[in-house]
């Protein structure tokens, strides 16, 4: 006799991502990386872009309105951090969009980044977390880069970092 399917209703399935969600977003807050921590940590990242020579001029050229995209990198870092599901986008196509973007710029990013985590009161716990995360962007958007640009042949791994 053949098994029977146990198929999942969509109700179940949105509970148990919801759980999941509320898992992460409780492992994070338990190291320090809360709403406000968020909050904070963008801010202080872009305006150390903001006033940096390299990527500074880049998002100048790129970014009229900072409110508006501190807001959405604050969405943006919610969804990465808590698995908030609050992000909607593709940072894919922007980075893409970007002429000349190559690994020296995200390795800057990711140093600016780095340097932003250790300059707030956050655990070290925490700012491994994050720092991985953002190894993790950083790594995934300049592969997508690259491979657009170059084909597969320009994929690179951060690993180093």
């Known amino acids: 006799m053949p098994e029977k399917k146990i198929v999942t209703p969509d109700a179940d399935v949105r509970g148990h ?23 904070e940590m963008v801010e202080n990242f872009y305006a150390r872009i903001r006033g940096d020579a390299l990527l500074g001029p880049i998002f100048a050229r790129h970014i009229d309105d900072w409110p508006p995209h501190l807001a959405r990198m604050k969405s943006f870092w ?42 707030m009161d956050a655990s070290s716990k925490a700012v491994e977390h994050i720092h991985e995360r953002a190894r993790m962007i950083a790594n995934s958007l300049m592969n997508g880069v690259a491979i657009h640009r170059d084909g597969l042949s320009g994929a690179r791994n951060m690993e180093a970092f």
């Open 78 to 119: 919610a969804s990465v951090l808590h698995n908030s599901g609050g992000f909607s986008g593709n940072p894919m196509v922007k980075h893409i969009a970007i002429d000349g973007l190559d690994h020296a710029h995200f390795v800057h990013w990711l140093d600016l980044f780095h340097q932003t985590l250790e300059g």
């Open 17 to 39: 991502a919801a759980a999941a969600r509320l898992r992460k977003r409780k492992a994070a807050e338990a190291m320090g990386i809360d709403t406000a921590f968020i909050s």
